[in-house]
């Protein structure tokens, strides 16, 4: 029951940005691609250094190895499908701008995590309707590996979400509790 809740607002969410994202050109949108693994990376970086369960530590860590990686690929693709342009800049702000630095509380981790599950699942998407628009197999199989690994980021970080989701509701219930304990 919890996954839908996450997974609908997702879809929801991911497919309004998706509509608007398909009217723009390729070289536009590798752009927007090329940013959000560049954002990805901050997200991850800082998720490393905050957060102090290892596993996730782990995890993250691997997620910014995997990350550089597809920035490196698509910069690649980028320049041999424009050779002599320039990169397009991308002003516009993303989900990764919202946030928050300090995670102090369940409750902050699991937004942060809310705007990782987002930006995977968009990313997912994108790579899947960028590889949809070429003909050239290299290409399309070069874009449907990076789904494929923003699929397996998404799927971890729903995981830690829905765990730490029911970790927050346990302290709520202990909190509650202790209140009506008090109050007797």
């Known amino acids: 029951m919890e996954n839908i809740d996450i997974d609908g607002k997702v879809e929801e969410r991911v497919s309004m940005i998706l509509k608007e994202l398909i009217k723009l050109s ?9 940013k959000g693994e560049e954002d990805a990376i901050r997200l ?9 369960e290892l596993h ?31 990169l397009p800049k991308v002003s516009s702000s993303t989900w990764v701008d919202e946030v928050k630095h300090d995670i102090e509380t369940v409750g902050d981790y699991l937004e942060v995590l809310e705007i990782a599950i987002y930006s995977e699942k968009l990313a997912e998407r994108i790579y899947e309707s960028i590889a949809d628009s070429f003909d050239d197999e290299r290409y399309r199989e070069i874009f449907l590996s990076l789904a ?6 998404y799927e971890f970080l729903i995981g830690q979400y829905n765990f730490y989701r029911r970790v927050r509701v346990e302290e709520n219930l202990h909190e509650f509790i202790g209140n009506l304990i008090k109050e007797e």
Do not use: C, N, V
């Open 44 to 52: 991850y970086t800082m998720l490393s250094e905050k957060i102090e």
């Open 56 to 86: 996730a530590k782990i995890r993250f860590r691997q997620f910014i190895k995997s990350e550089e990686e597809h920035r490196e690929k698509i910069l690649t693709i980028f320049s041999e499908l424009f050779p002599d342009r320039q």
């Open 148 to 153: 494929g690994d923003e699929k397996e980021h």
């Open 26 to 34: 390729l070289k536009q949108l590798l752009g927007y691609a090329i």
